[in-house]
C-alpha cells in the first residue's frame, strides 16, 4: 500500500492537471511512461468516483453544482461513511454527545463522531469565512447562501438571509411585470376572487339563517334538518309541536345538564341541525378590478380593460402576491440554485486555500 504525506497529497492535488498530461501512474500509483499508464485518473479523481459510486449525498451535490471536493471534503464524506458502518454495531454502550443527547454506541463510534463534528466546524467556518471575505461581506450584511449556513434563519416572511426587502421586491416587479397582461389578470383573479361555498336564492349564507332557529335552534326551517335520536334519519321538523321535536330530535353541540348553586338541576337543550345541502350553490365574486370602472353604466367605455402593473397594486396587494410565490413558486428554490452554483465555482477557483493543519493526519 502506498502511503503519502499531507504535503505530497497536497501538491499532487494543485498540481493535478500538470501530473496527469505528463505524469500518469500506474495502479499502484508509481509514475509510468506517457500512454503505459493504466488509468488517467488521480489519486484524488478516484476517491471522489468512490463517493459517487456509493451514491454520497455531500459529494454528488458538490459536482451537481459544478464543484470539486477538495480533500477535506472527502475526509468528511469517509468519516461520514465510517461513522454509518460503525452505527450499525450493537451495543448497551451509552455517551452524551456534544448537544447532551445520550446516544448508543461504541467507543469507536463516538470517536468518529467527535472527530467529524470537530473537522466539519472548523472547515466549515474556514470556507465560510473565506466566501464571504471574497464577496466583501461585512457584519450586518445579509450573506450569501453556503452548504454550511443552508440558509436556516429565514425570518417570519420567508426570507432568506441573503435577499434584503429591497431586492425581494425588485425580483418582484420584473416577475410581475415580464407576464403578460393576461397572465397578471388571471393571477390577480386567482388572490383576490371570492367564492362563497353556500348561498341560498336570496343570497344568504348558513351563518345567516342560524340566526332564524332561535337560542336553541328548535325552530323548523327549509334549509336545516333536525336529526332523530334513534334512527338517525333527518326531518325537517315541519308542523311539529316543540313537546315533540324534544321528544324526538338529537340533541347537539351547546347542550348540558346545569346544577345551580339552589340544589336545582337544568338541563340546557340545543338541537343539532344539519344544512340541507340540496338548498344552497356555490357563489363565485370575480375581482373587477383588472376592468375600468370609473365610467357609468350607460357609456361604452364601461367594457374597456385596464391593466395592472406592480407599482399600481396596493400594498397590501403586492404583500399577498410575494408571500405565496415565496412559499409555493419557484422564488427562492431558484435563487438557491443559482447561489449554489455560484458558491461551488468559488470553491472550485479557490481550492487549497483552507488551512493544512486539518489535514495532518489525511491517509497516512
Same mark, same amino acid.
Request: aromatic fraction near 12%.
Given at each position: 500500500?502506498?502511503?503519502?504525506?499531507?504535503?505530497?497529497?497536497?501538491?499532487?492535488?494543485?498540481?493535478?492537471? !500538470?501530473?496527469?498530461?505528463?505524469?500518469?501512474?500506474?495502479?499502484?500509483?508509481?509514475?509510468?511512461?506517457?500512454?503505459?499508464?493504466?488509468?488517467?485518473?488521480?489519486?484524488?479523481?478516484?476517491?471522489?468516483?468512490?463517493?459517487?459510486?456509493?451514491?454520497?449525498?455531500?459529494?454528488?451535490?458538490?459536482?451537481?453544482?459544478?464543484?470539486?471536493?477538495?480533500?477535506?471534503?472527502?475526509?468528511?464524506?469517509?468519516?461520514?461513511?465510517?461513522?454509518?458502518?460503525?452505527?450499525?454495531?450493537?451495543?448497551?454502550?451509552? !455517551?452524551?454527545?456534544?448537544?447532551?443527547?445520550?446516544?448508543?454506541?461504541?467507543?469507536?463510534?463516538?470517536?468518529?463522531?467527535?472527530?467529524?463534528?470537530?473537522?466539519?466546524?472548523?472547515?466549515?467556518?474556514?470556507?465560510?469565512?473565506?466566501?464571504?471575505?471574497?464577496?466583501?461581506?461585512?457584519?450586518?450584511?445579509?450573506?450569501?447562501?453556503?452548504? /454550511?449556513?443552508?440558509?436556516?434563519?429565514?425570518?417570519?416572511?420567508?426570507?432568506?438571509?441573503?435577499?434584503?426587502?429591497?431586492?425581494?421586491?425588485?425580483?418582484?416587479?420584473?416577475?410581475?411585470?415580464?407576464?403578460?397582461?393576461?397572465?397578471?389578470?388571471?393571477?390577480?383573479?386567482?388572490?383576490?376572487?371570492?367564492?362563497?361555498?353556500?348561498?341560498?336564492?336570496?343570497?344568504?349564507?348558513?351563518?345567516?339563517?342560524?340566526?332564524?332557529?332561535?337560542?336553541?335552534?328548535?325552530?323548523?326551517?327549509?334549509? !336545516?334538518?333536525?336529526?332523530?335520536?334513534?334512527?338517525?334519519?333527518?326531518?325537517?321538523?315541519?308542523?311539529?309541536?316543540?313537546?315533540?321535536?324534544?321528544?324526538?330530535?338529537? /340533541?347537539?353541540?351547546?347542550?348540558?345538564?346545569?346544577?345551580?348553586?339552589?340544589?336545582?338541576?337544568?338541563?340546557?337543550?340545543?338541537?343539532?341541525?344539519?344544512?340541507?345541502?340540496?338548498?344552497?350553490?356555490?357563489?363565485?365574486?370575480?375581482?373587477?378590478?383588472?376592468?375600468?370602472?370609473?365610467?357609468?353604466?350607460?357609456?361604452?367605455?364601461?367594457?374597456?380593460?385596464?391593466?395592472?402593473?406592480?407599482?399600481?397594486?396596493?400594498?397590501?396587494?403586492?404583500?399577498?402576491?410575494?408571500?405565496?410565490?415565496?412559499?409555493?413558486?419557484?422564488?427562492?428554490?431558484?435563487?438557491?440554485?443559482?447561489?449554489?452554483?455560484?458558491?461551488?465555482?468559488?470553491?472550485?477557483?479557490?481550492?487549497?486555500?483552507?488551512?493544512?493543519?486539518?489535514?495532518?493526519?489525511?491517509?497516512?
Amino acid at each position: 500500500m502506498r502511503v503519502i504525506t499531507n504535503e505530497e497529497y497536497q501538491k499532487e492535488i494543485s498540481n493535478e492537471a !500538470f501530473v496527469e498530461q505528463e505524469h500518469p501512474r500506474d495502479s499502484d500509483g508509481k509514475f509510468v511512461k506517457k500512454g503505459t499508464g493504466s488509468s488517467g485518473k488521480s489519486l484524488h479523481d478516484k476517491r471522489i468516483e468512490k463517493f459517487v459510486e456509493k451514491n454520497d449525498f455531500y459529494i454528488k451535490r458538490m459536482l451537481e453544482k459544478g464543484g470539486k471536493p477538495n480533500a477535506t471534503d472527502l475526509e468528511i464524506a469517509e468519516l461520514l461513511d465510517k461513522i454509518g458502518k460503525e452505527s450499525k454495531i450493537k451495543t448497551n454502550r451509552t !455517551f452524551i454527545d456534544s448537544n447532551g443527547d445520550e446516544i448508543t454506541g461504541t467507543a469507536k463510534y463516538e470517536k468518529l463522531r467527535k472527530e467529524y463534528n470537530e473537522l466539519t466546524s472548523k472547515h466549515g467556518k474556514e470556507e465560510e469565512d473565506a466566501y464571504r471575505e471574497s464577496y466583501g461581506w461585512k457584519k450586518g450584511d445579509n450573506y450569501r447562501w453556503t452548504p /454550511h449556513n443552508d440558509w436556516e434563519d429565514y425570518d417570519t416572511d420567508y426570507d432568506p438571509p441573503s435577499v434584503t426587502k429591497e431586492e425581494t421586491e425588485g425580483m418582484m416587479r420584473k416577475y410581475w411585470n415580464d407576464m403578460s397582461r393576461n397572465e397578471r389578470e388571471d393571477r390577480y383573479s386567482y388572490f383576490f376572487s371570492k367564492s362563497i361555498p353556500y348561498v341560498n336564492e336570496d343570497g344568504d349564507t348558513p351563518e345567516d339563517l342560524r340566526k332564524s332557529l332561535g337560542e336553541d335552534h328548535s325552530i323548523p326551517s327549509d334549509y !336545516f334538518f333536525f336529526t332523530d335520536k334513534k334512527t338517525r334519519k333527518q326531518f325537517r321538523g315541519t308542523g311539529m309541536t316543540e313537546e315533540e321535536i324534544k321528544e324526538r330530535a338529537e /340533541h347537539g353541540i351547546g347542550s348540558a345538564t346545569i346544577h345551580h348553586t339552589d340544589g336545582s338541576v337544568e338541563n340546557k337543550i340545543v338541537y343539532d341541525r344539519p344544512l340541507d345541502y340540496s338548498k344552497f350553490e356555490r357563489k363565485n365574486i370575480p375581482s373587477k378590478n383588472f376592468h375600468n370602472e370609473k365610467w357609468s353604466s350607460d357609456e361604452r367605455e364601461q367594457s374597456r380593460k385596464i391593466d395592472k402593473l406592480w407599482d399600481d397594486l396596493t400594498e397590501d396587494e403586492r404583500s399577498e402576491i410575494t408571500h405565496d410565490e415565496k412559499i409555493y413558486g419557484d422564488f427562492y428554490p431558484n435563487l438557491q440554485s443559482d447561489q449554489e452554483k455560484s458558491f461551488y465555482e468559488w470553491k472550485q477557483k479557490n481550492d487549497g486555500f483552507v488551512s493544512e493543519t486539518v489535514h495532518d493526519n489525511l491517509y497516512s
